[in-house]
């Protein structure tokens, strides 16, 4: 049995895709309308899935909500998709961790390292990186991260899982950002510097990069779709696991993005506008 906790954009896809893999799945947030939220997005993402043919009908079936943590602790393999912060991570996993002590716990952390996620939890050899890229459904790769702890048997196990949830799995390197993000970060900092040096606006930048580099999104497009404040607390974290490398420092404009509550499409605005 598969859990995920955090029930927000990553967390629902993740679940869609436990059922999809084969797994009896169960979705968990400590926000009840954020739950059922989630729980409906897995299902609408898992219908329309199978009106593309891109699966059978029905998997709905395998999602379940759980009733609080205690459910949750009884998968076999636990992944997490809350806050982007290491100490909250690291207590929810020391939490489960104490009451199944053979979980595989499974991070999607984008930055963070997964060492420091697993110091202080039981059995830190069971933590693993499991990370996917948004909108988890439709992105073929998911990357699986070895703490410097954990296990080839807790990796393998996360491993099979994204192979049966048809994903491409790759092993990443536990540091800034793994592999994916690591060499997208150029684009989105670079995207922010041209911009906050008046070099061109948002839609040209965006346009550019599509048609010039053959993006299916612009990186402003790409902040807006992944939300605003998730690429600022990523860049944080760049910054601060690099010793504050000057390439990744974060930019002041999504600062005051983030300040100003312009997360994205998730509020409505953000470097483009999305009337409701």
Same mark, same amino acid.
């Given at each position: ?43 609408? @993402?898992?219908?329309? !899935? /199978? ?11 395998? %999602? $379940? =909500? +759980?009733? #609080? ?73 998911? @990357?699986?991260?070895? !703490? /410097? ?11 099979? %899982? $994204? =192979? +049966?949830? #048809? ?73 601060e696991q690099s010793f504050g490398e000057p390439r990744w420092r974060p930019s002041p404009l999504s600062a005051k993005m983030v300040a100003a509550g312009w997360l994205g499409r998730k509020t409505g605005r953000g470097w483009y506008a999305y009337p409701a």
């Amino acid at each position: 049995m598969l859990a995920v906790v955090g029930a927000g954009t990553m967390g629902s896809l993740i679940a869609a895709l436990g059922c999809v893999a084969g797994e009896q799945t169960l979705l968990w947030d400590a926000d009840a309308d954020a739950l059922e939220r989630g729980l409906q997005h897995a299902r609408d @993402e898992l219908a329309g !899935g /199978a009106e593309r043919g891109r699966w059978e009908a029905g998997l709905d079936e395998r %999602l $379940g =909500a +759980a009733g #609080g943590l205690g459910d949750v602790a009884r998968a076999d393999v636990i992944v997490e998709a809350i806050v982007e912060k290491v100490e909250p991570k690291r207590e929810l996993f020391a939490r489960l961790g104490e009451a199944n002590a053979d979980a595989v716990l499974a991070t999607n952390t984008s930055s963070l390292l997964v060492t420091a996620i697993a110091a202080g939890v039981p059995h830190p050899e069971r933590v693993v990186g499991f990370h996917f890229f948004n909108p988890a459904t439709r992105m073929k790769l998911v @990357e699986v991260v070895a !703490g /410097a702890a954990s296990s080839e048997a807790a990796l393998e196990r996360v491993r099979a %899982l $994204g =192979a +049966a949830m #048809g994903k491409r799995v790759v092993n990443a390197v536990d540091g800034p950002g793994f592999l994916v993000n690591r060499s997208n970060r150029p684009f989105g900092v670079e995207a922010l510097n041209l911009l906050q040096a008046r070099v061109a606006d948002v839609e040209t930048i965006d346009r550019i990069a599509r048609l010039g580099g053959g993006f299916r999104m612009g990186p402003f497009e790409l902040q807006d779709f992944g939300g605003i404040d998730v690429g600022f607390a990523v860049a944080q974290s760049f910054y601060e696991q690099s010793f504050g490398e000057p390439r990744w420092r974060p930019s002041p404009l999504s600062a005051k993005m983030v300040a100003a509550g312009w997360l994205g499409r998730k509020t409505g605005r953000g470097w483009y506008a999305y009337p409701a």
